[in-house]
Nanobody
């Protein structure tokens, strides 16, 4: 079983910064990808940033140069450093991890519970 716990959301003024964290716990899995998504009411959940084994990252165009995704493999934790926040960044942010389950060697994906980010103008 895999559990994800997110933290770090909150209220920030436009231009401010927040750092989100998502820690995975449990046993019998190996993480190969971690990412952050966001969703606002009435819209589809969208990709914000991902990081895969080897450290390759991918960002949505809207956050490039402002957000940085990183991973602490020893802690099975992924971070999202968000700088120069804009009101349009306000959303519920979800982490997602891709894992290989042991010993079946099958792949699975898990979502965090979501954390609210509010940006005041």
């Amino acid at each position: 079983q895999v559990q994800l716990v997110e933290s770090g959301g909150g209220l920030v003024q436009s231009g401010g910064s927040l750092r989100l964290s998502c820690a995975a716990s449990g046993s019998g899995f190996s993480i190969y990808a971690m990412g952050w998504y966001r969703q606002v009411p009435g819209k589809q959940r969208e990709l914000v940033a991902t990081i895969v084994d080897g450290g390759s990252t991918k960002y949505a165009d809207s956050v490039k140069g402002r957000f940085t995704i990183s991973r602490d493999s020893a802690k099975d934790t992924v971070y999202l450093q968000m700088n120069s926040l804009k009101p349009e960044d306000a959303a519920v942010y979800y982490c997602k991890i891709g894992v290989t389950l042991i010993p079946t060697m099958s792949d699975a994906a898990y979502w965090g519970q979501g954390t609210q980010v509010t940006v005041s103008s």
